[in-house]
């Protein structure tokens, strides 16, 4: 496993134009980003076929195309994988649901897999809804729920990516999870 200041030295080279770095980052990041993506896969339905290669593929193809971001360290990077994966799910759930409603699906890269189930885009999109609110009131704390839920962070990753103490993060994620639990409870 590499270390995270070799991953943070190759994303800071290849921010700063160099190729080469690229190409060496590479596979130091393939086998971070199918964990993120295993993590975001695991609680999707039993029965999806969504393949963890493709949703990692497809956030790589997103990934390298960022090239107004400036690379902080590691844990910016994979905060951004997670992001990406994220909308990438929400897309495709958003257009399953459109299709559900007799409305063309809009293609996507991933239009041969299923991301998810009907109850799970149904889940997926309800979440999504709580969190533009959330983010509405704490801007913070809907970060926290993207990386600590979406990206699988640790709490110690996620107060290095926001810039706060590993305590603060604990708290905003227990308060969140309140919050986004009662949000829901109260759309259905």
Partial sequence: MPAPSEITALLIAWSDGDQAALERLLPLIERELHRIARHYMRRESPGHTLQTTALVNEAYFRLIDQRSVRWQNRAHFFAIAAKIMRRILLNYARDRQRAKRGGQAVQVSLSEVAAAGEEKSAELIALDEALVRL??????????????????????????????????????????????????????
């Fill in 135 to 188: 983010a509405a009131e704490d801007e913070r704390k809907c970060r926290v729920v993207e990386l600590r839920y979406f990206g699988g962070l640790s709490v110690e990753e996620t107060a290095e990516v926001l810039g706060v103490s590993p305590v603060t993060v604990a708290r905003d994620w227990k308060m969140a999870k309140a919050w986004l639990a009662r949000e829901i409870r109260h759309a259905d």
